[in-house]
T-cell receptor
Framework: EAQVTQNPRYLITVTGKKLTVTCSQNMNHEYMSWYRQDPGLGLRQIYYSMNVEVTDKGDVPEGYKVSRKEKRNFPLILESPSPNQTSLYFC??????????????FGDGTRLSIL | GENVEQHPSTLSVQEGDSAVIKCTYSDSASNYFPWYKQELGKRPQLIIDIRSNVGEKKDQRIAVTLNKTAKHFSLHITETQPEDSAVYFCAASTPRYSSASKIIFGSGTRLSIRP
């Protein structure tokens, strides 16, 4: 089954304790992206990756890191989490947007609470 | 800066009536406009999309219209049913360098269908 898998689904942690949210897709998609969803703000892009070893900042990259060492995996790293990073996070993947855009496939989300 | 405005933020319609959600984008180079539906506690899923070379697209009870001159696009749902209750997000994708595309989401519309 084609899917985007995120782990963990829920996490409560404390300020400053490094954490990683994993994302894996099995559709051989070139493009992967991380979003955060906050009430009234929609989905805001954190980072995206066009392919292996190619990553770029989205609209709200501060406080986050990503890596793309393999095509299928795109982990999101919070080196020193803070309470303002409490949010619902989605990973998404698609074929290379090229010059026309492509529909994205979303994971089931990760709800992070930073105390 | 680039943005996508979505209205209304909440919408309540009688079952069987039509619902219309409108989005306006700022970047005239945007050329791909997907709509996502997010049911409570679930991931966003693509329901319909349109590219800039097309003015209207329909899929059963759902249709999207695009006015490039005015830079707005709309989602139309006819004969609404209880299962249409969800949050709907519009998005606009704009081509960038190196085959990348930037995608910006609207803030979402919570649609409720009254029985």
């Amino acid at each position: 089954e084609a899917q985007v898998t995120q782990n963990p689904r829920y996490l409560i942690t404390v300020t400053g304790k490094k954490l990683t949210v994993t994302c894996s897709q099995n559709m051989n998609h070139e493009y992967m992206s991380w979003y955060r969803q906050d009430p009234g703000l929609g989905l805001r892009q954190i980072y995206y990756s066009m392919n292996v070893e190619v990553t770029d900042k989205g609209d709200v990259p501060e406080g986050y890191k990503v890596s793309r060492k393999e095509k299928r995996n795109f982990p999101l790293i919070l080196e020193s989490p803070s309470p303002n990073q409490t949010s619902l996070y989605f990973c998404a993947s698609s074929y290379a947007p090229g010059q026309g855009g492509q529909p994205q496939h979303f994971g089931d989300g990760t709800r992070l609470s930073i105390l | 800066g680039e943005n996508v405005e979505q209205h209304p933020s909440t919408l309540s319609v009688q079952e069987g009536d039509s619902a219309v959600i409108k989005c306006t984008y700022s970047d005239s180079a945007s050329n791909y406009f997907p709509w996502y539906k997010q049911e409570l506690g679930k991931r966003p899923q693509l329901i319909i999309d349109i590219r800039s070379n097309v003015g209207e697209k329909k899929d059963q009870r759902i249709a999207v219209t695009l006015n490039k001159t005015a830079k707005h696009f709309s989602l139309h749902i006819t004969e609404t049913q209880p299962e249409d209750s969800a949050v709907y997000f519009c998005a606009a994708s704009t081509p960038r360098y190196s085959s990348a595309s930037k995608i910006i989401f609207g803030s979402g519309t919570r649609l409720s269908i009254r029985p």
